[in-house]
């Protein structure tokens, strides 16, 4: 099972930019798919991007395509968003899961994943 660790959010104003980190511990990183997924107050986790275990595919949320970049190193056991243009609407919790295969968009489902971490906040003032 891998443990996943979110750092990088931060106070960044409309505009701005910040790049989150989920490290994993444990030696299965590289074989798992690896996604973001926020929850914003009073509103349901949604989510954010994927990624395959190679990092060959990747799916956005149609609101972050063009904005979002999700990476991973698996030198490193490291995934990461670069999240550029940011929006006071992107303010949430940002959390970082793993599943065995990356499968299509639609098994992306928050409520499909059992365990989460503590997430890292990303708050933008406009």
């Known amino acids: 099972q891998v443990q996943l660790v979110e750092s990088g959010g931060g106070l960044v104003q409309a505009g701005g930019s910040l790049r989150l980190s989920c490290s994993a511990s444990?030696?299965?990183?590289?074989?798992?798919?690896m996604g973001w997924f926020r929850q914003a107050p009073g509103q349901e986790r949604e989510f954010v991007a994927a990624?395959?275990?190679?990092?060959?595919?990747?799916y956005y949320t149609d609101s972050v395509k063009g904005r979002f970049t999700i990476s991973r190193d698996n030198t490193r056991n490291t995934l990461y968003l670069q999240m550029n243009s940011l929006k006071p609407e992107d303010t949430a919790i940002y959390y970082c899961?793993?599943?065995?295969?990356?499968?299509?968009?639609?098994?992306?489902?928050?409520?499909?994943?059992?365990?989460w971490g503590q997430g890292t906040q990303v708050t933008v003032s406009s």
């Open positions: 899961n793993a599943k065995y295969r990356i499968e299509s968009r639609t098994t992306w489902n928050p409520t499909d994943f059992g365990s």
């Open positions: 990624i395959s275990r190679s990092g060959f595919i990747t």
């Open positions: 444990g030696r299965t990183f590289s074989e798992n798919a």
